[in-house]
């Protein structure tokens, strides 16, 4: 009801801002810019950004926040064929992006990202995922970096410290479960892929990679060795129930389960529940399942913050890009959130982020990029539905590779 009642909304204020101002509404200059995105949650930190910039530059910003990601994506899509346009919206790198540059949508930042880079307020690092032939589209919404969070008064309770091994972190899972206690999250829905990438990033990087690119299947021996250890972990009732539909945030708070992994965002989560870095909470980099990996894996993502190339006022909307990059803006995004930034000048608060934030930009990971950004959105559409069957039906593993090997198939035949 409430998700309907969102999406009601979001559709009646394009049909408004289609009929009012006599028509004129795309020839006036803006000095409020609306922000179409899908982390409704996040609205309190939004309205900050936009009363921060029109202080700032003379600019506001007004968040319409969505808490259903495919319901998001629809009204998106849907706007491109409407007469008035968002004027900034969220979206994701890797296929789903490249899908509407191609469509001639997104406006292109390429000199925001030259200006940024040169003031040392973007990482040239980062500027290819944001790359599509040649050119640069949106700019960083945020950075995420893949770790564990873990409930810190149940390790306190069970003697437990962050593991450096996979072996270490198995005995710690063992330790909770002979004490009554869940060790892992899960979920059947969306983040359903969070086990999968971690266990082949951490056992098979180059493996991981070349199923992103087509080059090799999800039938192919190591892929269906990750499934095995995956179900065998599940097996031995080391997860929660992949149905229980608690907030991800509470399940930590509550101690359903002492671990949930999750990107630096999801620190966010602990400052809208009050919880404290170091006493309740911490955060760990969870070990390769191969200890003879030359460098750890890390799960990385970049979310995208993009303007249309027929934006009401293009202008605006580019000044607006171009201020959330800097400083002075990511200052404020980052801290009132708990998380890390984009921008290299900004100091982390949270000391176990910072220190995540500082090593991988230094090269002491390996970097894999998110399985939703990099995996084409057809195949992440079956992949989702399969490890959300295999979650609750361990034993299917097989069928849903095989299934999900079809839908890659499909896709690559096309797109070599």
């Known amino acids: 009801m409430f998700r309907s009642r969102v999406a009601t909304l979001g559709v009646a204020a394009l049909v408004l801002a289609a009929c009012g101002g006599n028509g004129t509404a795309t020839q ?7 922000l179409y995105n899908d982390k409704g949650a996040w609205t309190k930190y939004f309205d900050e950004m936009g009363a921060l910039s029109k202080q700032r530059i003379g600019l506001g910003m007004k968040p319409t926040g969505y808490t259903d990601s495919a319901q998001y994506q629809a009204f998106i899509k849907a706007s491109f064929r409407t007469n008035v346009k968002p004027d900034l919206f969220t979206w994701q790198t890797g296929g789903m992006l490249e899908e509407i540059v191609k469509q001639k949508q997104v406006a292109d930042t390429t000199a925001v990202w030259q200006e940024a880079i040169k003031a040392g307020d973007l990482s040239q690092d980062l500027a290819p995922y944001y790359t599509i032939g040649g050119k640069q589209y949106c700019v960083p919404m945020n950075v995420a970096y893949w770790g564990m969070f873990y409930n810190k008064k149940l390790f306190d309770q069970h003697d437990l410290t962050p593991p450096q091994t996979w072996d270490e972190l198995i005995k710690v899972a063992d330790t909770l479960k002979r004490n009554g206690v869940k060790a892992f999250y899960h979920t059947s829905v969306l983040f359903s892929f969070v086990w999968f ?3 082949m990033a951490g056992t098979d990087p180059d493996l ?3 199923l992103s690119t087509g080059k090799a299947k999800y039938t192919d021996p190591g892929v269906v060795q990750v499934m095995e250890r995956w179900k065998s972990m599940i097996d031995a009732g080391y997860f929660i129930n992949p149905g229980d539909k608690t907030d991800p945030g509470d399940v930590l708070k509550n101690g359903k389960a002492a671990m949930v992994s999750f990107g630096t965002w999801f620190n966010t989560s602990m400052t809208q529940r009050d919880m404290k870095a170091g006493t ?15 460098k750890t894996s890390m799960i990385f993502e970049s979310g995208p913050l993009c303007s249309l190339t027929k934006a009401a006022d293009p202008e605006a909307s580019m000044k607006y890009l171009k201020w959330w990059t800097s400083a002075e803006a990511q200052e404020k995004w980052a801290t009132s959130r708990g998380d890390v930034s984009a921008n290299p000048k900004v100091a982390i608060q949270d000391e176990a982020l910072g220190a995540v934030t500082k090593d991988a930009g230094s090269g002491t990971y390996r970097l894999v990029n998110r399985y939703f950004e990099a995996t084409p959105p057809p195949v992440l559409t079956a992949a989702l539905d399969g490890f959300g069957k295999f979650v609750t039906e361990p034993g299917s593993y097989k069928e849903v590779l095989e299934t999900i090997q079809k839908a890659a198939d499909e896709y690559w035949s096309t797109h070599q």
């Open 208 to 210: 991981y990679d070349r």
């Open 280 to 294: 309740d909470y911490g955060f760990f980099v969870i070990p390769n399942v191969n200890a003879a990996l030359p």
């Open 28 to 34: 006036e200059k803006k000095t409020e810019l609306t």
């Open 197 to 199: 990438e971690q266990l």
